[in-house]
């Protein structure tokens, strides 16, 4: 059905004129328009799924309960999900309110479809579908509440971020329609009831260098061009944390985001709108930052697995194939600004790769907000609008052959070494630590050979499910661990990467991975072999764990018996994930032999130096091999883990990885000197010996002996100033001046706005909560009374579940989080959740640290709120005081009213300076605790804990 013409011919969105594009456009972009026409076809028979609850997320929603893999999202079926996986279709309100996100982006993306292809195509019938589709967004947008949200205020959805994509994507809409000029009506509306409110809201919550900014400042951009504010399209370009910024602090020198190639992906797509809209109005972006975006298509394709996978580094989603339909789409816009060779091959990998034709996924995405399709063949015409309108008008020609090669990505910290034409990977994990999204993985280790994953990265599964905080532990990486305890976050630097011919190399070091403890990792790749060898130094006697995730058998080590790994109890140590935990003594008489279990022809030997060990170790204590059940990457079910733990204050695991069977034998001649020789399967031998600054390779094939030697190459410089400054650990106690309590003195204070750390409500609209804190001190003990005037006590019941994510059920709830720690420290030494029960008319008392005993508590009711009292006993605080007797000390007062099932705000002792409370669980920074000082006087009886 085509209606009559639509308004002007001169209708633009982001600098392109539709209808004079349509002209340009080649057979595959005019099927790829015609293909989405057909998306929207039923539209125009069918309702728009506008949601009519608010989306909501949960531990449950849009996951198979069996296996955990994403539920398809179908726009059409609000009430039944599909696994793909299992084929079970799922019917529950959880499922449901995840289903309402993805339709809420659907129906926006579509509403921009319609209408851009309604003026290119110059059908009114589409532009008229697209209208009605804003206005039916416009009238259910303000009906939707803005509470119980996860991260930020929002109406429809349950983060600010997923507002921010919705908004940039109506708003570009509403500009098309507006062009237009045939329903100017509904374009008014939108303008007043959502653009203008939604900006505000989303303004409102600021998201500083997180990936999310970059969707905060794309959608104040385009809803301010709509609304014609030009103070506000001038801040969200060159305001404190405008796009500008972005672009200059959140791209590294290499184009990639600093948080890793996921949220690379995800930032990239955001600054692409930004970019776009101020080169469309002619806003000037300085060239080096236009340089560095557009080197952004590029680096993180140097990366990619063997297989066509996206690294899995930090938290990104595991196994994402490239060969989906956003990444061809990507790889045009990218090639349309910079025709760059890289980024050509891989387009044309994906157009000519020889995977099966399958559905897409297109006609069911949510726009920007990804969902991970399995690899298919690819056409120009499986795209979608964004090629349409700014791809090169006609394919591109195919490529010159480009070989994988060998890579080091400075910025990022990854360093490649490949072989056989790519087939061969193996990767150091090195650079900073990636902010908040990193992991503590130094010098972890990557071998990949073909589709075969020897040695891999999990990535990271779901936000709101427990064993994120596996996923976030050294344990879970092939990276070392001292002392049961995941990684210090310090950068990492590589001090040597070469790649010839005839081999490759990379070796890096990190300073601080656990206090007083140096590690330094050399991995080299030669023909089909890897020698990888991992030296310590420390200023005392550690247990040092290197895991080796890989289903495999060993051989080698005494008999396997049950037994306790330890671990220092931290809630992303990872050890409290293990079971079936069996150990073997290894005296070491012959190297460690580590085959694959899954039949490849992979298999490591391994062995060890150990310097400084405790002479009272008993033979075979000071080295043992341990293995486990754990947690396997997302959606991978269980799998088995091997470690070496090694108690000593230095020492050296060497070890040598045949792939394809390509080593017969291998003799470690000197561990201290990385000195060891190998014998292959054709019957030449190779030896390998470290020099100072390189490495030396001998090889006897026949009567032909060669050598070579690996050089330094191009190192990595050390980090930049700003980002140690970042990473630089903070300590209890710096900066400030502590506060003296004496025997029989008392210390009170009013917590109110000043102390507030909010929600959606500032601390007026959410009725003005406050609490009072009177500490008094008994001889050596403190006792604490809270008073809280937040209302009536609302806690969930004992032992009940959290449905909403994988923080404790008593964070949302009325309650206390109190803290302690010893001066100088960069931990808590003691924390505890505190929760007035009703039912059981106690205090229910939630240890946040390992080993810390709890206190005594009891509560009662006021008429404006609840009381708590607690005893903090003398030889606590003596254990955590220093030798003057100061300690660090903090509170915190949790709030929830009865009509929200999050907890609404808190009341921070030390302050929250205008703070949000998301995300916060019952974590608080050691580094703002004050400093309670309790002068010591040997004279001062110390009462008992009932005195």
Not at 446 to 467: I, K
Request: aromatic share 6%.
């Amino acid at each position: 059905m085509t209606g009559p013409a639509t308004g002007p011919a001169t209708v633009q969105l982001l600098g392109v004129p539709l209808r004079e594009r349509w002209a340009q456009c080649d057979e595959s972009l005019r099927s790829l328009a015609h293909g989405l026409v057909h998306e929207l076809s039923p539209l125009f028979t069918t309702p728009w799924p506008v949601p009519l609850r608010k989306a909501r997320l949960t531990r449950v929603g849009g996951r198979c309960p069996h296996d955990g893999t994403p539920l398809t999202f179908d726009p059409w079926r609000p009430h039944e999900h599909a696994c793909p996986q299992c084929g079970t279709t799922h019917r529950a309100l959880e499922h449901d309110d995840w289903w309402s996100m993805g339709a809420q982006l659907w129906c926006a993306e579509r509403v921009l479809q319609a209408s851009v292809l309604g003026v290119m195509l110059d059908r009114a019938d589409l532009l008229a579908l697209g209208a009605h589709g804003l206005g039916t967004l416009t009238a259910a947008w303000p009906t939707y509440p803005n509470r119980d949200n996860v991260l930020g205020p929002t109406r429809p959805f349950f983060s600010t971020y997923l507002e921010s994509v919705w908004l940039l994507t109506t708003s570009l809409a509403a500009t098309v329609i507006a062009q237009a000029g045939s329903h100017d009506a509904v374009v008014d509306r939108f303008r007043d009831r959502v653009a203008l409110p939604s900006r505000a809201l989303i303004a409102s919550y600021p998201e500083g260098r997180s990936n999310r900014q970059a969707w905060h400042v794309a959608a104040r951009l385009a809803a301010s061009m709509l609304l014609g504010d030009e103070r506000g399209v001038h801040d969200a370009a060159h305001g404190e944390a405008g796009l500008l910024a972005l672009l200059a602090d959140g791209l590294l020198n290499d184009g990639s985001w600093y948080e890793g190639e996921n949220y690379h992906l995800f930032a990239h797509r955001g600054l692409w709108y930004g970019v776009t809209a101020l080169e469309a109005i002619g806003v000037d972006v300085p060239d080096p930052l236009r340089a560095r975006f557009d080197a952004g298509f590029r680096t993180p394709l140097l990366g990619l697995l063997p297989d066509g996978t996206f690294p899995s580094r930090r938290d990104s989603r595991y196994g994402v194939s490239v060969h989906q339909w956003r990444f061809a789409e990507w790889c045009e816009l990218g090639l349309v600004r910079q025709d760059d060779p890289v980024v050509r091959a891989w387009l044309h990998r994906l157009y000519t790769a020889p995977h099966p034709r399958r559905d897409t996924g297109r006609a069911r995405a949510t726009g920007d907000i990804e969902r991970d399709e399995p690899p298919c063949a690819l056409a120009r015409a499986d795209l979608g609008w964004r090629t349409l309108l700014f791809a090169r008008p006609t394919a591109w020609p195919a490529p010159s052959h480009l070989a994988l090669e060998s890579v080091q990505l400075l910025a990022q910290g990854l360093s490649v070494l490949r072989r056989d034409e790519g087939r061969l990977y193996v990767a150091l994990e090195g650079g900073h630590t990636a902010g908040g999204h990193g992991h503590p993985d130094r010098l972890a280790l990557t071998l990949q050979d073909g589709a075969h994953r020897v040695l891999e990265d999990p990535g990271t599964g779901s936000y709101v499910e427990r064993t994120l905080h596996w996923y976030r532990s050294t344990l879970a990486h092939n990276a070392p661990l001292v002392d049961g305890r995941s990684q210090q976050r310090v950068p990492t630097r590589v001090t040597a990467f070469d790649s010839t011919p005839d081999g490759g190399w990379v070796r890096a070091e990190a300073e601080g991975i656990a206090p007083g403890v140096q590690a330094r990792r050399t991995v080299v790749l030669v023909d089909e072999h890897v020698v990888d060898v991992l030296e310590w130094h420390a200023d005392r006697i550690v247990t040092l764990d290197l895991p080796l995730h890989g289903e495999a058998s060993l051989n080698g080590p005494g008999a396997w018996v049950a037994a306790d790994p330890g671990g220092a109890g931290g809630l992303e140590d990872g050890f409290e994930f293990l079971r079936d935990v069996m150990r073997a003594p290894w005296h070491q008489r012959e190297p460690a032999l580590l085959g694959a279990r899954d039949g490849a022809p992979t298999r490591a030997w391994v062995t060890v130096q150990a310097e400084g060990a405790d002479d009272a170790e008993a033979e075979g204590e000071t080295v043992s091999w341990w293995r486990a059940i754990a947690p396997g990457p997302p959606r991978q079910g269980p799998r088995r883990v091997h470690w070496v733990r090694v108690r000593a204050a230095a020492g050296c695991i060497c070890s040598v990885w045949s792939l394809r069977g390509a080593v017969k034998s291998v003799a470690f001649d000197d561990v201290a000197a990385c000195a060891l020789s190998l014998e292959r399967t054709d019957g030449s031998r190779i030896s390998h010996r470290a020099l100072p600054d390189a490495w030396r390779v001998d090889v006897q094939a026949g009567d032909t002996p060669r050598s070579f030697v690996l050089d330094t190459g191009q190192v990595a410089p050390p980090p930049p100033a700003t980002e140690e400054r970042r990473e630089a650990p903070c300590v209890i106690g710096h900066a400030r001046t502590p506060l003296s309590l004496r025997e029989h003195e008392a210390l009170r204070v009013e917590l109110g706005e000043a102390h507030y750390c909010r929600s959606e409500q500032t601390w007026r609209e959410a009725g003005a909560p406050s609490a009072s804190l009177t500490l008094v001190r008994h001889g050596h003990a403190v006792r604490l009374r809270v008073h809280a005037r937040t209302g009536e006590v609302v806690v969930p019941p004992a032992g009940a579940d959290n449905p909403l994510d994988n923080e404790r059920t008593d964070v949302n709830a009325d309650g206390v989080q109190l803290y302690l720690g010893r001066v100088g420290k960069s931990d808590w030494s003691a924390a505890w959740l505190l929760v007035p029960d009703p039912d059981a008319g106690a205090v229910r008392i939630t240890s946040l640290v390992a080993g810390a005993e709890p206190p005594e508590a009891s509560w009662f009711a006021s008429d404006d709120g609840w009381v708590l009292d607690v005893l903090l006993s003398a030889p606590l605080l003596e254990a955590i005081g220093d030798a003057e007797g100061t300690l660090g000390f903090d509170l915190i007062v949790n709030e929830r009213p009865a009509d929200r099932e999050r907890r609404r705000g808190q009341l921070v002792l030390s302050g929250a300076d205008g703070e949000f409370v998301y995300l916060r669980g019952d974590r608080h920074d050691p580094a703002r605790a004050l400093l309670l000082r309790l002068p010591i006087d040997a004279s001062v009886p110390t009462p008992s804990a009932r005195s």
